[in-house]
C-alpha cells in the first residue's frame, strides 16, 4: 500500500510539470522507491540472466532512471547476443530484451563449438542444449586440420542458405566440407545421399536435385545414389558407389 501511494505521488509530482520532463528522471534517480530490484531477461535460450546482468553492467542499486541505452549497448557486446533492448518497468524493474545468434552448425576445433550463419564462434555447450546441427569438415586434403576461415564462411554459408530455401532438408544434413577443387559436398541422412556442388546453391539447382533424386529412387528404389553432382551447368550426374553400381 505504502508503495502504491509512493508511486501515485511521483507520478502526479511529472505529471504536474513541477519539474521539465528532461530533469525528471535525474531528480527521481536518488529515490529509493526507484531502485531496481528485479531484472527479467527475455528473448534468451542459451544466454543466462546473471551473465546478461555482469555484461549490461548493472550494479546493485542501481536507479531505473538511470541511462538505458548505455546498458542497451553494453548488453549488445556479449557474443551470443545480435540485438539487445533494455526497459524499465516501474518502479523498480528492469527487463532484458533480447534477439540471440542462432547457431546452425557445429566445427571441430578439435572440441565441438557452434557457429552462426555469419561463421561467428557461440560460447554454446553442445552436450547442454543438445544441438542437432551439420558438423563442418575441412577439406579432404587437409583432414584432421581446423577450417580456414575462409573455408567457414563458405559452408556455414551454404548451410544457411540451404535451411531458408529448403529448412526440411537442411535438417537432415549430418556433415558438410569441401572437395580439393573446393565444391561443396553436404551429406543428407535420409536419403543417405550427398549434393555436390559449386557455392553458392541456387534455389534452381536444389530443386533440380531434388527432382532428379525422386527420379532415380523412383526407377531404382533398392539403389539409393551415392552422389547428386550440380557441378556441371544444365546437368545433373547421379553417382552411386562401385557395391551399387548402375
Known amino acids: 500500500m505504502r508503495n502504491g501511494i509512493r508511486l501515485l505521488l511521483a507520478t502526479a509530482f511529472l505529471g504536474g510539470g513541477v519539474l521539465a520532463a528532461q530533469h525528471a528522471p535525474e531528480a527521481l534517480a ?3 522507491f526507484f531502485r531496481v530490484d ?3 531477461l527475455e528473448g534468451s535460450r542459451y544466454l543466462g540472466l546473471d551473465e546478461a546482468v555482469a555484461r549490461a553492467g548493472i550494479p546493485e ?6 541511462d538505458l541505452d548505455e546498458l542497451s549497448e553494453r548488453l549488445a557486446t556479449h557474443p551470443l547476443v545480435a ?3 533494455v526497459r524499465r518497468r516501474l518502479p523498480s524493474t528492469l527487463v532484458l530484451r533480447v534477439r540471440e545468434r542462432e547457431p546452425v552448425a557445429l566445427v571441430p576445433t578439435p572440441v565441438l563449438v557452434p557457429v552462426d550463419a555469419e561463421g561467428r564462434f557461440l560460447p554454446i555447450d553442445p552436450a547442454q542444449h543438445a544441438l542437432d546441427l551439420p558438423l563442418l569438415r575441412p577439406t579432404l586434403e ?3 586440420h581446423a577450417l580456414s576461415p575462409g573455408d567457414l564462411r563458405t559452408l556455414v554459408g551454404e548451410v544457411a542458405r540451404i535451411a531458408q530455401l529448403e529448412p526440411v532438408l537442411a535438417a537432415s544434413i549430418s556433415e558438410a566440407s569441401l572437395d580439393a577443387w573446393g565444391d561443396a559436398v553436404v551429406h543428407l541422412v535420409d ?3 550427398a549434393l555436390q556442388y559449386r557455392p553458392p546453391l541456387t534455389p534452381d539447382r536444389l530443386e533440380e536435385a531434388y527432382r532428379v533424386l525422386a527420379d532415380a529412387m523412383q526407377r531404382r528404389p533398392d539403389q539409393i545414389p551415392t552422389v547428386i553432382d550440380l557441378r556441371f551447368a544444365d546437368q545433373v550426374v547421379v553417382r552411386y558407389s562401385p557395391r551399387n553400381p548402375r
Open 38 to 40: 528485479r531484472i527479467q
Open 61 to 66: 542499486g542501481l536507479s531505473v532512471w538511470h
Open 191 to 193: 536419403p543417405r545421399t
Open 30 to 32: 536518488s529515490m529509493e
Open 83 to 85: 540485438e539487445a533492448q
Open 142 to 144: 587437409e583432414e584432421g
